[in-house]
């Protein structure tokens, strides 16, 4: 315990939503929750130690805040505990990850490549996009034209630079700060994983506490 005046008696905790461990690692304070605390007493929050990663954890583990107070509470009796944010803070357990070979990586390209080419060209036959573009052709020029490239390249071309907008990449480069519509997709489902994650981890607690009644 350390000693601290009246106004400085209150430990403010916020939880992160996500964080990543290596296998068999202690997990801190500090590794899964922002703290503000007296000066005096910040190191030794820091430093405790919350949950010890094993092999039984597998790759998720579930921090409430509550197992935090517990033992905060445990050590610095005297102090007062105020937590803002999430309740929970999500353990992911990751391995080293492992290079990508070439074979590996020249097969994912062939397959989203040739894959989405032909969900663009079934696309096109379905809306008769072939059609549409030679009788626009006719109308401006007035002359029929089975293959009316001057419309059929300038769109490919602009298809392209239409998916590179829509997408806001360019390979690793982005575009502007604004997030693409797939990385907020992506976001909605992290959300939506954690939030099963969280649930289904309280229903297992709940089991456990009441087979040990």
């Given at each position: 315990m350390w000693e601290v005046n009246v106004l400085e008696k209150t430990i403010y905790i916020r939880m992160?939503?996500?964080?990543?461990?290596?296998?068999?690692e202690k997990i801190l304070l500090k590794d899964i929750a922002q703290i503000i605390a007296p000066d005096a007493g910040l190191s030794s929050l820091q430093a405790m130690m919350i949950h010890q990663l094993t092999e039984a954890?597998?790759?998720m583990v579930v921090i409430d805040v509550m197992k935090v107070i517990h033992l905060i509470k445990s050590k610095?009796?005297?102090m007062?505990?105020?937590?803002?944010?999430?309740?929970?803070t999500i353990i992911e357990v990751t391995?080293?990850?492992?290079?990508?070979?070439?074979?590996?990586?020249?097969?994912?390209?062939f397959l989203l490549f040739f894959g989405s080419a032909m969900a663009i060209m079934n696309f096109?036959?379905?809306?008769?996009?072939?059609s549409v573009h030679e009788?626009?052709?006719?109308?401006?020029?007035?002359?029929k034209e089975a293959n009316p490239l001057l419309f059929q390249i300038p769109y490919s071309?602009?298809?392209?630079?239409?998916?590179?907008?829509?997408?806001?990449?360019?390979?690793?480069?982005?575009?502007?700060?604004?997030?693409?519509?797939?990385?907020?997709?992506?976001?909605?489902?992290?959300?939506?994983?954690d939030n099963y994650v969280i649930i289904h981890e309280n229903k297992e607690s709940m089991k456990r506490l009441n087979d040990d009644d």
């Open positions: 992160r939503n996500r964080v990543q461990s290596r296998p068999e954890d597998r790759n610095f009796g005297e007062e505990i105020q937590t803002i944010g999430p309740a929970q391995n080293k990850k492992k290079g990508v070979s070439i074979p590996f990586f020249l097969l994912i390209w096109h036959d379905d809306v008769s996009m072939k009788k626009i052709y006719t109308i401006i020029t007035g002359k071309i602009g298809l392209g630079l239409g998916m590179i907008l829509f997408f806001n990449h360019v390979f690793k480069k982005r575009i502007n700060e604004e997030p693409s519509p797939l990385e907020v997709e992506m976001f909605n489902y992290q959300l939506d994983l």
